[in-house]
């Protein structure tokens, strides 16, 4: 039961930072392109991480746990990359929940095959979950066109791709199978970056966005791996993937946005989803 409760706690955490970082990278975008965004904050988590894993005094991953993290990172920056290309051709009323909900479910059905499945009570847990996740990410637009349907379902495969992979690679530890999987996506963001021509941005706002949105991220990559660790790799890609809910939470408290009837009864939903997966 404690390590059932931990995985819940860490999850919910993950869920709470992994959206404040969403809100923060999504307003530095406003400013720079994505790729300047990204940059920084990949390299920023990168540095946070590399502390973290010096302080805790980690020992250094195997060769099998350094191939999975490099092949997580890779997961994970093709998910971002469909992700970004979706909801610039495609309607973000398909392409956010569609990418999110598959985000989840892949790690979920794996567990269920791997671990076995869990009972009836938390299987209707994940099933809200999944319902609240859908929800929550929709942007209010227009629905009905198929448009970066394709791309939303490459983005959920990369994302729930990298749930599952870092999974394997933090067995043992936490933080080097981050470091590595986060510094596997500098290159080729670096390519781009030298490919366009960018020029580097000189907005102190603009890094101090960037940089929290990094240091956010970084810290759910973490708190999601610590949920995995204490529980079960289907709870914590749950609860994790709730984040988009923070995200429309600080939207509204800070920008004054305003919430959809349907996002708010998408955080109903992952309120009943928390209680029946604690349960």
Not at 17 to 28: T, V
Request: a positive charge.
């Amino acid at each position: 039961m404690s390590g059932q409760l931990s995985a819940v706690l860490f999850g919910l955490l993950s869920a709470l930072i992994w959206g404040g970082g969403d809100f923060c990278g999504g307003l530095a975008t406003r400013r720079a392109s994505v790729i300047q965004v990204l940059l920084i904050a990949e390299s920023s988590g990168l540095l946070m991480l590399i502390g973290l894993a010096l302080a805790w005094g980690e020992p250094w991953l195997s060769p099998a746990a350094i191939g999975w993290s490099m092949a997580a990172g890779s997961a994970g920056l093709l998910g971002l990359s469909a992700l970004y290309r979706g909801l610039a051709v495609g309607r973000a009323g398909l392409v956010a929940p569609v990418s999110a909900v598959l985000a989840a479910a892949l790690p979920a059905l794996f567990s269920g095959v791997t671990a076995g499945w869990p009972d009836r009570l938390h299987l209707l847990g994940f099933a809200l979950a999944l319902l609240a996740i859908w929800l929550v990410a929709q942007s209010g637009g227009a629905t009905g066109a198929s448009q970066g349907l394709g791309l939303a379902l490459v983005a959920g495969c990369g994302f729930g791709s990298f749930f599952i992979l870092i999974n394997k690679a933090g067995a043992d530890s936490t933080f080097w199978p981050l470091v590595v999987a986060r510094a596997t996506t500098l290159p080729p963001l670096l390519t781009l970056f030298f490919y366009y021509r960018m020029a580097w941005p000189t907005s102190r706002p603009l890094y101090s966005l960037a940089t929290l949105s990094g240091f956010l991220d970084a810290g759910g990559n973490a708190f999601f791996v610590l949920a995995a660790q204490a529980g079960r790799l289907d709870v914590a890609a749950m609860l994790s993937s709730l984040y988009p809910a923070s995200t429309v939470i600080l939207a509204s408290l800070l920008l004054g946005e305003r919430t959809t009837w349907v996002q708010r009864s998408g955080i109903l939903a992952a309120l009943a989803a928390i209680a029946l997966i604690a349960a």
